[in-house]
């Protein structure tokens, strides 16, 4: 599975940003979708992660409430919406894939596939 993330940029705490993570190379069905992100210094932390079909997600609590993940399986992209951006989710945003089986979990270890990761950054 090859992953393709875009969307990451500039914006001011209190903002909006749409990521998205286009797959290829496999049935996009078949795998559960996850973001993770990193920031400088620190290790990479699990964001939110949904289920093949879409009917499952889980969020780390501090984006609960302000991000929401999807996907759609006949464009075969998983997309994280960030709404009231706060300078401490700067990171790089990295989209991930696994195997169907393992839900929407949020071990990176479970996951096969990594995209290349997009830039956000939010100014105070």
């Known amino acids: 599975v090859q992953l393709q993330a875009s969307g990451g940029g500039l914006v001011q705490a209190g903002g909006s940003l749409r990521l998205s993570c286009a797959a290829s190379?496999?049935?996009?069905?078949?795998?559960?979708m996850a973001w993770f992100r990193q920031a400088p210094g620190k290790e990479r932390e699990f964001v939110a992660a949904v289920n093949w079909s879409g009917g499952d997600t889980y969020y780390t609590d501090s984006v609960k409430g302000r991000f929401a993940i999807s996907r759609d399986n006949a464009k075969n992209t998983v997309y994280l919406q960030m709404n009231s951006l706060k300078p401490e989710d700067t990171a790089v945003y990295y989209c991930?894939?696994?195997?169907?089986?393992?839900?929407?979990?949020?071990?990176?270890?479970?996951?096969?596939?990594w995209g290349q990761g997009t830039q956000v950054t939010v100014s105070s």
């Open positions: 190379g496999a049935t996009f069905s078949r795998y559960a």
């Open positions: 991930a894939a696994g195997q169907w089986f393992i839900g929407s979990s949020p071990r990176p270890d479970e996951y096969n596939y």
